[in-house]
């Protein structure tokens, strides 16, 4: 299993979440997403994961898009974030029936900002798995990164986050 003891801490609780405008793939073509934009209608979840088509992420946004009606009902609104194409995530979100919006961090600017990018051996740098919950004012509610990314983030806390 590929520990991960060299990770940097993510952005903690309480401090400002840095904005960001990031690319998803739509029917309709790309479309921009912008973090301040989003924070004006709701709370946010961020998700970031290493990879798409990899089992333990695949499961994540599979469990993810399940679970979703519980997470809006909580004003929430998740994004699962990667260092890949629009294009590579509209492919896998298709092909696992993915609804949670995904979002293209190819130059991997918003992980390095979330101190979230990790290198492993002979494939990169990747956004570590980790979670975060932005609430409306912009502040980091819930922020977590899993020692490994055979590791879950603990999805009941980030619910206790966006209830408070």
Known sequence: ????????????????????????????GL???????????SQVVLLFFPLAYTGTCTAQMCDMSNGLDNLHGLKAEVFGISVDSPFSQEAWAKANKITVTLL???????????????????????????????????????SEQTPTPKDLPNFAAVTAALSQ
């Open 104 to 142: 293209s961090d190819l130059n991997k600017t918003t992980a390095k900002a979330y101190d979230v990018l990790f290198t492993i051996p002979g494939l990169g740098d990747v956004s570590g798995r980790s979670a975060f919950v932005i609430g409306q004012d912009g502040v980091i509610k819930y």
């Open 1 to 28: 299993m590929l520990s991960l003891p060299f990770l940097p801490m993510p952005i903690p609780v309480g401090a400002k979440a840095p904005d960001f405008t990031l690319k998803t793939k739509t029917a309709e």
């Open 31 to 41: 479309k921009d997403i912008t973090l301040s934009e989003q924070l004006k209608k």
